[in-house]
């Protein structure tokens, strides 16, 4: 019953926590769409003034030109950026992660409450936290992104107790 308990209170800890990750990273994608739209309507209203300005002014023209440039460059970027990474997606990750563990949180009060656990339910709670933990990886960048990575090592969670 104890590590039951202990496997339920990590398993709480970890639904706090993936959702304030995932409200996090929702406001990223926020404010990475909102600067890269702001960064996009600057850059036109940069190019829309100096494609209608008069033939005489060719240094600010040019000048304006090269501005929008670079800062289409830099939206390009920004975009290039956000692909690879896609905040939308991470958030939403967040969101089912957030949504499995409150329902195996769910699972282990309703063990807990039917009373006498076995060891095999405690095993398979174990199980399902570290399925969900290694489905749904927490680093941004790192070990989310490495599809293969060099060494494969299985996750210990819940260390072995030797018999004295």
Same mark, same amino acid.
Request: no cysteine; glycine share 4%.
């Given at each position: 019953?104890?590590?039951?308990?202990?496997? /339920?209170?990590?398993?709480?800890?970890? =639904?706090?926590?993936?959702?304030?990750?995932?409200?996090?990273?929702? #406001?990223? #994608?926020?404010? @990475?769409?909102?600067?890269?739209?702001?960064? *996009?309507?600057?850059?036109?209203?940069?190019?829309?003034?100096?494609?209608?300005?008069?033939?005489?002014?060719? !240094?600010? =023209?040019?000048?304006?030109? @090269?501005?929008?440039?670079?800062?289409?460059?830099?939206?390009?970027?920004? /975009?290039?950026?956000?692909?690879?990474?896609?905040?939308?997606? /991470?958030?939403? +990750?967040?969101?089912? !992660? *957030?949504?499995?563990?409150?329902?195996?949180?769910?699972?282990?009060?309703?063990?807990?409450?039917?009373? #006498?656990? *076995?060891?095999?339910? =405690?095993? +398979?709670?174990?199980?399902?936290?570290? !399925?969900?933990?290694?489905?749904?990886?927490?680093?941004?960048?790192?070990?989310? /992104? +490495?599809?293969?990575?060099?060494? =494969? +090592?299985?996750?210990?969670?819940?260390?072995?107790?030797?018999?004295?």
């Amino acid at each position: 019953m104890a590590k039951l308990y202990a496997i /339920l209170e990590a398993v709480a800890d970890r =639904v706090e926590m993936y959702k304030n990750i995932g409200e996090q990273r929702n #406001n990223w #994608n926020s404010l @990475l769409l909102t600067s890269i739209n702001a960064l *996009t309507l600057l850059t036109a209203a940069m190019a829309g003034i100096a494609a209608t300005s008069v033939i005489g002014a060719a !240094a600010p =023209v040019a000048v304006l030109k @090269l501005s929008s440039t670079i800062m289409y460059l830099s939206a390009i970027g920004m /975009l290039s950026i956000m692909n690879k990474i896609q905040p939308s997606q /991470l958030a939403e +990750e967040q969101r089912n !992660a *957030t949504k499995l563990l409150k329902q195996l949180h769910n699972q282990i009060q309703t063990i807990i409450a039917m009373g #006498n656990p *076995t060891t095999s339910d =405690v095993k +398979e709670m174990m199980e399902k936290v570290l !399925a969900l933990d290694k489905a749904y990886p927490l680093p941004l960048l790192g070990a989310m /992104l +490495e599809k293969f990575p060099e060494n =494969v +090592e299985p996750a210990v969670w819940w260390p072995e107790q030797r018999p004295r």
